[in-house]
């Protein structure tokens, strides 16, 4: 059984600033300039990374543009300052992910970037094209299966840098990345549950797999097909009562029909890996009290129980 979860997002990078100086002797220029923004859509916690690519071509000639000039390129991030990579933030809590930045020049040769503010890297020297129609270059922005898996919901931001430079010319750019990530829950691994009568209670529970991005707290409601004023029943030709209890590390709490049991009571978070790992990090425990065991006509009861999780 799973909770509806079905949420979108929208991932998109933007180019601002312009090249560029130039001289009858050297030019260094960029086409399409500002450079194409990139948006990405819907990352649903599956498996695989979010990547963004804005192809472009640059140009760096000499000798009023018949001669090819040499060039280099880097990319830096003077916020937060101190790290050689690259992180973007969330714009509330200022929760960091890493994201990588990888640069390929227009011979189909790829560079991985790192912060030139701490690093001071710079790519070789590159040979500068002629003309468009000799090759693209593109820069690639990737966010992480394994870093979204512990995103907080909310916007990301980040402000980075990419430099082109040549000896007479250079192109500086802001490269504005962000990622509206949404809340995320899933439930998985929840299978039907027999339980089993003899002498006194009768207790049956069922272990399942919660995933909340951020292991964020979740709260949980259930209802049954059969319920009678907030109380759960099994049916047959008569009603038999059950009582349901949700827990996380031992710790179990009763639910009613339609009530809805706060995460911020319980403290209940759920996994950042979308299936737990393979291990599970909830139970689910039905109790059957003996009296109403008793009581009941024999046959088979059955019920329906509907469990939904939502972030909290």
Same mark, same amino acid.
């Not at 543009?65 to 990579?85: L, M």
């Not at 995103?151 to 000896?167: E, H, K, S």
């Given at each position: 059984?799973?909770?509806?979860?079905?949420?979108?997002?929208?991932?998109?990078?933007?180019?601002?600033?312009?090249?560029?100086?130039?001289?009858?002797?050297?030019?260094? +220029?960029? +086409?399409?300039?500002?450079?194409?923004?990139? #948006?990405?859509?819907?990352?649903?916690?599956?498996?695989?990374?979010?990547? !963004? +690519?804005?192809?472009?071509?640059?140009?760096?000639?000499?000798? $009023?543009?018949?001669?090819?000039?040499?060039?280099?390129?880097?990319?830096? %991030?003077?916020?937060?300052? *101190?790290?050689?990579?690259?992180?973007?933030?969330?714009?509330?809590? !200022?929760?960091?992910?890493?994201?990588?930045?990888?640069?390929?020049?227009?011979?189909?040769?790829?560079?991985?970037?790192?912060?030139?503010? =701490?690093?001071?890297?710079?790519?070789? %020297?590159? #040979?500068?094209?002629?003309?468009?129609?000799? !090759?693209?270059?593109?820069?690639?922005? #990737?966010?992480?299966?394994?870093?979204?898996?512990?995103? %907080?919901?909310?916007?990301?931001?980040? @402000?980075?840098?990419?430099?082109? /430079?040549?000896?007479?010319?250079?192109?500086?750019?802001?490269?504005?990345?962000?990622?509206? /990530?949404?809340?995320?829950?899933?439930?998985?691994?929840?299978?039907?549950?027999?339980?089993?009568?003899?002498?006194?209670?009768?207790?049956?529970?069922?272990?399942?797999?919660?995933?909340? $991005? *951020? %292991?964020?707290?979740?709260?949980?409601?259930?209802?049954?097909?059969?319920? =009678?004023?907030?109380?759960?029943?099994?049916?047959?030709?008569?009603?038999?009562?059950?009582? =349901?209890?949700?827990?996380?590390?031992?710790?179990?709490?009763?639910?009613?029909?339609?009530? @809805?049991?706060? !995460?911020?009571?319980?403290?209940?978070?759920?996994?950042?890996?979308?299936?737990?790992?393979?291990?599970?990090? @909830?139970?689910?425990?039905?109790?059957?009290?003996?009296?109403?065991?008793?009581?009941?006509?024999?046959? #088979?009861?059955?019920?329906?129980?509907?469990?939904?999780?939502?972030? $909290?």
């Amino acid at each position: 059984m799973n909770n509806k979860n079905e949420s979108s997002l929208k991932l998109s990078l933007m180019f601002c600033g312009l090249l560029s100086t130039s001289s009858a002797f050297a030019a260094l +220029t960029t +086409t399409p300039n500002p450079l194409p923004d990139i #948006t990405l859509n819907a990352w649903y916690g599956s498996s695989g990374n979010l990547v !963004g +690519t804005s192809n472009f071509c640059i140009i760096s000639t000499r000798g $009023n543009n018949r001669r090819r000039q040499d060039f280099d390129a880097a990319g830096y %991030q003077r916020t937060p300052s *101190g790290t050689n990579g690259f992180v973007i933030a969330h714009t509330v809590s !200022g929760h960091q992910l890493d994201i990588d930045m990888v640069f390929k020049d227009p011979w189909g040769v790829s560079y991985s970037l790192t912060n030139y503010s =701490v690093t001071g890297f710079l790519t070789p %020297q590159i #040979t500068g094209p002629l003309n468009c129609a000799e !090759g693209s270059s593109s820069l690639e922005v #990737t966010l992480s299966a394994a870093q979204l898996a512990y995103a %907080q919901a909310g916007i990301y931001r980040a @402000t980075l840098g990419f430099d082109v /430079m040549q000896i007479s010319g250079s192109y500086s750019g802001v490269l504005d990345f962000q990622v509206n /990530m949404p809340e995320l829950v899933q439930i998985s691994r929840l299978n039907d549950i027999i339980i089993p009568t003899g002498m006194g209670n009768a207790v049956a529970t069922e272990s399942f797999c919660v995933f909340r $991005n *951020g %292991q964020g707290n979740f709260s949980v409601q259930v209802s049954g097909l059969n319920d =009678v004023s907030g109380q759960l029943h099994l049916k047959n030709i008569d009603m038999l009562p059950y009582q =349901v209890e949700i827990g996380q590390s031992g710790a179990f709490y009763s639910l009613t029909s339609g009530f @809805t049991l706060l !995460g911020s009571y319980t403290n209940f978070s759920g996994s950042s890996v979308r299936d737990c790992g393979g291990a599970d990090n @909830t139970e689910l425990r039905v109790t059957l009290l003996s009296q109403d065991i008793s009581a009941a006509m024999p046959g #088979t009861y059955t019920d329906a129980l509907t469990i939904m999780i939502s972030p $909290n």
